[in-house]
């Protein structure tokens, strides 16, 4: 796939990799709907390429109080995580130019929906990768 020549793009080339890798849903259509119980299925890797447009995690999170999230930012320009759910946010944090950040998310109970939102700061280019767990 030519990445230059869509508004976003996966990293990977086939659905059965995808399914191990991570796959990451387009801002715009909506919030994801699938639930990941991070106690029951262990962590979630993910990763993103975009060209301009914000990306969502595919999956809202649940089953524990305290998150630990850890994102590689592998773009030339800041990487803008938000943990959220659709009324209250948890954590905004800004990743420097290929740089790691890990950080935790907490204030939610066991039983909170939330989800990750990525956006390269000013609506610039994105290239990430991480986990949460």
Do not use: H
């Not at 299925?41 to 999230?69: A, M, Q």
């Not at 659709?86 to 109970?109: H, R």
């Not at 066991?110 to 991480?130: H, K, N, P």
């Amino acid at each position: 796939m030519n990445c230059q020549s869509t508004p976003f793009c996966f990293p990977f080339s086939t659905q059965e990799q995808a399914k191990e890798d991570v796959t990451i849903t387009p801002l715009g259509t909506s919030i994801p709907t699938q639930v990941w119980n991070i106690v029951d299925n262990g962590r979630y890797n993910f990763s993103g390429v975009s060209y301009g447009y914000p990306l969502y995690s595919n999956y809202k999170f649940i089953g524990k109080t305290n998150y630990t999230i850890r994102v590689q930012n592998n773009a030339a320009t800041k990487l803008i995580v938000t943990v959220k759910s659709p009324l209250k946010t948890y954590k905004t944090q800004t990743i420097w130019p290929d740089n790691t950040s890990i950080f935790s998310a907490s204030g939610m109970s066991s039983t909170t929906q939330f989800y990750l939102r990525f956006e390269g700061e000013g609506g610039t280019d994105m290239d990430f990768s991480g986990y949460i767990e």
